[in-house]
């Protein structure tokens, strides 16, 4: 088959006829009609039941390859968006995706450092903050040009570089006194302020859980790290965060070491398409120059080491 074919066939399926199909492809429908016969050739079976200005259903094949045809107009429509961007003025975006956590702790520096080394006249830097399932989706929808995430795994389809792997920590109450390091059976013994089980941090934590048979005296289930933070403030409970939140608050809170490991890595987000950008590539050498682990050591005294590395650029894993 080739891409006109294609590109008749979901014209037709998508609108439920000829004429519509020919509306869609900006034709007459008697243009049209002629066409649609060699999709049937292409193929060599019969995918709709042609009919000019009613409704055309599907023969029981044609399921079966409108998965394919989607993924491949949804990659063309990628193009299509790349190749706009390449047609407007000179003044390009430099889009930025950062799980919430990295955004609050240490993307302001970073974007000050950009803004010092880019040349003049570079991208304009666009920030936004999210989760890492939204972060992969814009990324595959070209809404963004790289991201900072957690997570264990990635859509397919995207370049990744894992730049920083730790240990989870507990964040305590002043006023609540704890083992140190504290084991995840004492931090059960309290209110446990968890992440959501499909999180990507969160599903290291319920599977160690598990493993131990563990359950908290209660469970408030928080998508957001740093609300997890805000309400041990307010002594609601004991929480469980990456160090960037645990390093914000630490001022504030106890940033206890857990006995069990909890790891958890940082990954640098692309497509390839963008990989190769300047200013992609001048973004990615301002990050990788923060050599200290992202977290402020200074303030967790009542801590053990936790286990953290920083991945030099040149170590993929």
């Given amino acids: 088959m080739r891409l006109r074919h294609i590109e008749i066939i979901h014209a037709i399926m998508a609108s439920g006829s000829i004429s519509g199909a020919a509306r869609r492809l900006k034709r007459l429908a008697a243009q049209h009609q002629p066409r649609a016969r060699p999709c049937r050739t292409a193929t ?17 094949r044609a399921p079966r390859l ?59 830097v666009k920030l936004v903050t999210g989760h ?10 070209d809404r963004l040009d790289l991201a ?41 013994e309290h209110y446990l302020l968890m992440m959501q089980p499909q999180d990507p941090l969160g599903r290291v934590v319920y599977r160690a859980l598990q493993a131990q048979g563990l359950r908290s005296r209660g469970t408030l289930q928080i998508k957001t790290y740093s609300v997890i933070a805000d309400m041990v403030l307010t002594v609601s409970g004991v929480g469980i965060v990456d160090t960037f939140i645990a390093s914000c608050y630490a001022a504030q809170l106890q940033v206890v070491a857990i006995q069990e490991a909890l790891p958890f890595k940082v990954q640098w987000l692309t497509t390839a398409s963008q990989a190769a950008e300047p200013a992609v590539l001048l973004m990615r050498s301002i990050i990788c120059r923060q050599r200290e682990p992202w977290r402020d050591t200074s303030h967790c005294a009542r801590t053990r080491d936790i286990r953290a590395d920083w991945l030099q650029p040149s170590r993929r894993r």
């Fill in 132 to 141: 890492q399932d939204t972060l992969c989706q814009d990324l595959l929808a």
């Fill in 148 to 188: 900072l995430a957690f997570g264990q795994s990635v859509a397919p389809g995207l370049t990744t570089e894992v730049l920083y792997r730790a240990d989870m920590v507990a964040l305590i109450p002043s006023s609540l006194t704890v083992a140190t390091p504290v084991s995840l059976a004492q931090i059960c």
């Fill in 66 to 124: 409108m998965p394919e045809i989607d993924q491949l107009y949804l990659h063309l429509q990628r193009i299509d968006q790349l190749a706009q961007r390449l047609r407007e003025t000179q003044t390009q975006q430099l889009r930025i995706g950062a799980a919430h956590a990295m955004g609050q702790v240490f993307m302001v520096q970073v974007l000050m450092d950009y803004r010092r080394l880019a040349p003049p006249l570079s991208a304009e």
């Fill in 44 to 60: 060599r079976f019969r995918l709709v039941r042609q009919a000019a200005f009613r409704p055309v259903p599907p023969t029981p």
